[in-house]
């Protein structure tokens, strides 16, 4: 007999498209019990989960590396003139703008979130760069507070830096950024094999020879280091 198709389309099976973010149970009795009034004090404890409930701004980093750097930042100056103050879910978004304490205009940030970004028509242009920039590794996207250890790192050009916990591999580009510049290297390292394979697909498009990329325990990484008599 005829094989019958089913209309996807009109059928009762369809499934409507859901942001299962907006799902998320954002409450943990175990996590309470083991914060409240140990690590967090009682009387802070309020305003330290209302601020957990809030989602993270888009933030990204300009990879200095990039020999596109300083077209892309006069692209994102553009989109900062350009994009106008947003109204979205009862909050105002101001546009796309540098974060004042990353060097050089280097690291910059957008109120909406990565969730909330989609649905704004007026910053659509704006998401299709970041799409295409960090496909093409000129831009990082990366938390605010991922930024910051490598700045506390204080690396050096000459260094030789050992990433224990590399994957996804954020903060190793940074890192990486600044020892390539001198006679430094960079040794990421991930316990993990399948993390390994995007963080190489990401050191890749880097292009250095300043890093080697190991997958060991952390407990029994092999020691690099050698005595004197050695060499």
Same mark, same amino acid.
Request: hydrophobic share 30%.
């Given at each position: @007999?005829?094989?019958?198709?089913?209309?996807?389309?009109?059928?009762?099976?369809?499934?409507?498209? +859901?942001?299962?973010?907006?799902? +998320?149970?954002?409450?943990?009795?175990?996590?309470?019990?083991?914060?409240? @009034?140990?690590?967090?004090?009682?009387?802070?404890? #309020?305003?330290?989960?209302?601020?957990?409930?809030?989602?993270?701004?888009?933030?990204?980093?300009?990879?200095?590396?990039?020999?596109?750097?300083?077209?892309?930042?006069?692209?994102?100056?553009?989109?900062? &003139?350009?994009?106008?103050?947003?109204?979205?879910?009862?909050?105002?978004? /101001?546009?796309?703008?540098?974060?004042?304490?990353? /060097? !050089?205009?280097?690291?910059?940030?957008? @109120? =909406?979130?990565?969730?909330?970004?989609?649905?704004? !028509?007026?910053?659509?242009?704006?998401?299709?760069?970041?799409?295409?920039?960090?496909?093409?590794?000129?831009?990082?996207?990366?938390?605010?507070?991922?930024?910051?250890? /490598?700045?506390?790192?204080?690396?050096? =050009?000459?260094?030789?830096?050992?990433?224990?916990?590399?994957? /996804?591999?954020?903060?190793?580009?940074?890192?990486?950024?600044?020892?390539?510049? @001198?006679?430094?290297?960079?040794?990421?390292? #991930?316990? &993990?094999?399948?993390?390994?394979?995007?963080?190489?697909?990401?050191?890749?498009?880097?292009?250095?020879?300043?890093?080697?990329?190991?997958?060991?325990?952390?407990?029994?990484?092999?020691?690099?280091?050698? #005595?004197?008599?050695?060499?």
């Amino acid at each position: @007999g005829k094989r019958r198709r089913r209309n996807r389309k009109n059928g009762p099976n369809k499934r409507a498209k +859901t942001d299962q973010r907006d799902e +998320t149970v954002k409450y943990n009795p175990l996590y309470e019990q083991y914060y409240k @009034g140990t690590v967090v004090p009682q009387d802070e404890w #309020d305003p330290f989960m209302e601020s957990w409930k809030h989602e993270l701004p888009s933030t990204f980093r300009l990879n200095d590396a990039s020999k596109f750097r300083q077209l892309l930042e006069n692209v994102l100056v553009h989109f900062h &003139d350009t994009i106008p103050t947003v109204n979205f879910e009862d909050t105002d978004f /101001p546009p796309p703008s540098p974060m004042s304490w990353y /060097p !050089e205009n280097g690291g910059w940030w957008y @109120g =909406p979130s990565r969730r909330q970004i989609r649905y704004i !028509e007026q910053a659509k242009p704006f998401r299709d760069f970041l799409i295409m920039q960090t496909n093409q590794g000129h831009i990082s996207r990366q938390e605010a507070v991922s930024m910051l250890p /490598p700045f506390f790192l204080e690396v050096d =050009p000459d260094d030789r830096v050992l990433d224990i916990c590399a994957a /996804p591999g954020s903060k190793t580009i940074q890192l990486l950024e600044v020892v390539q510049k @001198g006679k430094g290297m960079v040794i990421a390292n #991930d316990i &993990d094999i399948n993390r390994c394979r995007p963080l190489c697909g990401r050191i890749k498009q880097m292009s250095s020879p300043s890093i080697a990329i190991t997958n060991y325990q952390a407990q029994t990484f092999p020691d690099l280091l050698c #005595d004197a008599e050695d060499g």
